[in-house]
């Protein structure tokens, strides 16, 4: 069983940057893709970005393309999501989430396993 853990929220000014953070633990020794995602108060859980095991597919979501990098660590087991430019939109609580599939990397349903989430808090 894979745990996962994100790090790294806070609370930021319109155009500053957060980094953060999310760490595998447990069985990690299949290869799988990782992703991130947010849920704002009152929405859908969306996608954001992800990356696969070798990171030779990586997806943004059209809103934080130019400004969200994702990248990863295998040996390490960790990911990180590098927020620029950030807006009071891309306030949310981010999740990390893992998946042995790849094929529908938007949908929530194609990750098996989640971290507890980190705010992100954007002020304006």
């Known amino acids: 069983q894979v745990h996962l853990v994100e790090s790294g929220g806070g609370l930021v000014q319109a155009g500053g940057s957060l980094r953060l953070t999310c760490k595998a633990s447990g069985r990690t020794d299949s290869p799988y893709a990782m992703a991130w995602f947010r849920q704002a108060e009152g929405k859908e859980r969306e996608f954001v970005a992800s990356r696969s095991w070798k990171g030779l597919n990586t997806y943004y979501a059209d809103s934080v393309k130019g400004r969200f990098t994702i990248s990863r660590d295998n040996a390490k087991n960790t990911a990180t999501l590098q927020m620029n430019s950030l807006k009071p939109e891309d306030t949310a609580v981010y999740y990390c989430?893992?998946?042995?599939?790849?094929?529908?990397?938007?949908?929530?349903?194609?990750?098996?396993?989640w971290g507890q989430g980190t705010q992100v808090t954007v002020s304006s």
């Open positions: 989430a893992i998946g042995s599939g790849y094929t529908d990397y938007w949908r929530p349903d194609e990750y098996d396993t």
